[in-house]
């Protein structure tokens, strides 16, 4: 069973003006679709193509540097567009909202945490909210297209959270000014998925 690039539940133009159209259609139809792509391609004869995205991320020491670039790349980005949308941003509520204020005192010093940890992976990565197996949360970053799935991660736990901070997420609206992107990412995050993802870690 081949991996396919997911359709997003919303249209390219939903979440402007904190990520624009011509940004969300690239990002999506291009670089996401070349994930797919190229993982597929990585993992064609081998025991990979019947195995879960999850289930490959965590045995990723076991495999070839594209599937470990093109799996992460699938799983991370199909995570991203659920984990933003339209109407959404605030703050979350219920058990997450309790979860994150054991974890980080309250929610804006989660924001500033997750902020810095966006703010100062250098190059390309991600910054990740996540979930332990002490059942915690926790605020970790990763290089490239790695997540904390990985096997190889130096910080592993289930992401509820997933901030894209590839120069290909924001540099056509932001350029250089990635913590403008990060600011206006809290726009966009979509608690009740977050919330979602933390019930069924
Ligand atoms: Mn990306």
């Given at each position: 069973?081949?991996?396919?690039l997911?359709a997003?539940?919303y249209?390219?133009n939903?979440?402007e003006p904190?990520?624009?159209?011509?940004?969300m259609e690239?990002?999506?139809?291009?670089?996401?679709q070349a994930?797919?792509t190229?993982?597929?391609?990585?993992?064609?004869?081998?025991d990979?193509?019947n195995?879960?995205?999850e289930?490959i991320c965590?045995n990723?020491s076991?495999?070839a540097p594209a599937?470990?670039?093109?799996?992460g790349?699938?799983?991370?980005?199909?995570?991203f567009?659920?984990?933003?949308?339209?109407?959404a941003?605030g703050e979350?509520?219920?058990?997450?909202?309790?979860?994150?204020?054991a974890?980080?005192?309250n929610?804006?010093t989660?924001k500033q945490?997750?902020?810095a940890?966006?703010?100062t992976?250098f190059?390309?990565?991600w910054?990740?909210?996540?979930?332990g197996a002490?059942?915690k949360?926790a605020?970790?970053?990763?290089p490239?297209?790695?997540?904390?799935?990985?096997?190889?991660?130096d910080?592993?736990?289930?992401?509820?959270?997933g901030?894209d901070v590839?120069?290909?997420?924001?540099?056509l609206?932001y350029?250089?000014?990635?913590?403008?992107?990060?600011?206006?990412?809290w726009?966009v995050?979509?608690?009740?998925?977050?919330?979602?993802?933390?019930?069924?870690?």
């Amino acid at each position: 069973m081949a991996f396919e690039l997911p359709a997003l539940a919303y249209a390219y133009n939903a979440l402007e003006p904190h990520i624009d159209a011509r940004t969300m259609e690239i990002h999506h139809s291009k670089h996401h679709q070349a994930y797919v792509t190229n993982l597929n391609n990585a993992i064609a004869g081998t025991d990979a193509e019947n195995m879960s995205i999850e289930a490959i991320c965590s045995n990723i020491s076991k495999y070839a540097p594209a599937v470990r670039n093109n799996g992460g790349g699938h799983f991370n980005h199909d995570l991203f567009w659920k984990v933003i949308g339209p109407n959404a941003g605030g703050e979350p509520t219920g058990e997450l909202a309790a979860a994150i204020d054991a974890a980080f005192g309250n929610f804006d010093t989660f924001k500033q945490q997750f902020a810095a940890a966006a703010t100062t992976r250098f190059g390309s990565g991600w910054a990740w909210l996540i979930v332990g197996a002490d059942k915690k949360l926790a605020i970790c970053s990763t290089p490239n297209q790695d997540n904390p799935l990985m096997d190889v991660a130096d910080v592993k736990g289930t992401p509820l959270l997933g901030l894209d901070v590839w120069e290909h997420a924001y540099y056509l609206n932001y350029q250089n000014r990635r913590p403008d992107y990060i600011a206006a990412f809290w726009n966009v995050v979509n608690w009740n998925e977050v919330a979602r993802r933390l019930q069924t870690a």
